[in-house]
């Protein structure tokens, strides 16, 4: 279990690394450490890539991370959630988000 989650840790931060400069302005590394620390232990990055996904735009992202971040309790910031949506849009979806 420790060996699977190291490697989930190094394959998104390398990922993340490889698209630093194609990303909104934010900050991209505090949505990774949002995600990696809170989100992480109970999504594989299938859950990004199932046939009956609910995120479909820009919109939706942000929809679906404020959404689950309320089930969760964490109460982040507007900011927050903008920075782990670009986060995940720069690792799995590159839908068009605004600057």
């Known amino acids: 279990m420790l060996r699977r989650w190291i490697l989930a840790v190094l394959f998104v931060s390398f990922g993340s690394l490889a698209h630093a400069d194609a990303q909104p302005m934010g900050d991209p590394a505090r949505g990774e450490l949002l995600y990696s620390t809170h ?3 109970c999504h594989s990055d299938k859950i ?3 046939d009956k996904k609910l995120v479909t735009d820009w919109k939706s992202l942000q929809s679906e991370i404020r959404r689950w971040q309320e089930v969760s309790g964490l109460r982040w910031s507007n900011e927050d959630i903008a920075d ?3 986060y995940l849009n720069a690792l799995y979806y590159r839908y068009p988000a605004p600057a």
Do not use: N, T
Request: aromatic letters at 12%; glycine letters at 0%.
């Open 84 to 86: 782990v949506a670009r």
């Open 39 to 41: 989100c992480i232990a």
């Open 48 to 50: 990004h890539w199932r």
